[in-house]
């Protein structure tokens, strides 16, 4: 998938810096038809989605998560612990989405560090098609 | 028209249960997963890193999980699912290389608003071993 981000902080933000309310730069990816076929090769198939006019929900909602990519590198082994998520809209083939992540809880305590980030995913007519929380342990 | 704007021929009602997806993850999977998520974390695909956390080895995204449980509602509800679907999940357990995961899911409640009527339904997903990798809920437009 093409990427393109204007990010230049959140890949560099350190758990101290994602204090609640921080807001990442947001990400944008082309859902193109060889993005989406390597989506499908790797969750095994999706009875009639090659073939379908539209991107399956739940690849959306893994190049949302994208907008984590850099603080989850910073951070290696951060465990993902719980979602939300609502499919607001179909997404043609072909859409380049845009991704909002922002900090909606932090809890630290003792080893036992805990992020909640929101999403928002847009389409290019700045609808929005997805929203979502994403709840990350963080190795202490 | 294409698979998500199918709409499945029955209509679903409280107790049913939904059709299970039954998939096996691969290290090679997980790969993949990787590069099409953008999700790069040691966890999921360095082995050596893996080692060295209580996992005890590399473990499959949570997101690759719950994609199995998506299909299955994708199955069930159609277009419903893909436009107004909602869920939310906890993961319960890693799914590591090697296993095999079978999603479950059940139509618990209906429930009319204002005119639309919407299916409230538990879900999850479990190992070959029975254990619990994902548990939920999600509320999906009937029809």
Known sequence: ?140 | MSSLGKQPKTKLKAGDTLPAVVKHVSQEKINLYAEASGDFNPIHIDEAFARQTPFGGTVAHGMLCLAYVSEMMTAAFGRSWAVGGRLSVRFKAPARPGDTITTEGKVVSTVDEEGVVYANCSLGARNQKGETVVVGEAKVKLG
Do not use: W
Request: charged share 20%; aromatic share 6%; hydrophobic share 40%.
């Open chain 1, 1 to 140: 998938m093409k990427e393109r981000s204007t990010d230049k902080t959140s890949a560099g933000a350190g758990f101290d810096q994602l204090v609640k309310g921080y807001e990442f730069s947001p990400v944008s990816y082309e859902l193109s038809k060889s993005a989406i076929s390597k989506y499908l090769e790797a969750v095994a198939g999706q009875g009639g989605y090659p073939s379908s006019d539209f991107v399956p929900p739940m690849c959306v909602a893994a190049r949302s998560l994208g907008v984590l990519s850099g603080l989850i590198s910073l951070l290696a082994g951060a465990i993902h612990t719980s979602q939300e998520l609502e499919f607001l809209k179909l997404v043609p083939v072909g859409t380049t989405i845009e991704c909002h992540g922002r900090v909606v809880q932090k809890l630290q305590r003792g080893r036992l560090r805990l992020l909640v980030i929101g999403l928002s995913t847009f389409n290019q007519d700045k609808e929005q098609v997805l929203a979502g929380k994403t709840t990350l342990v963080l190795p202490g």
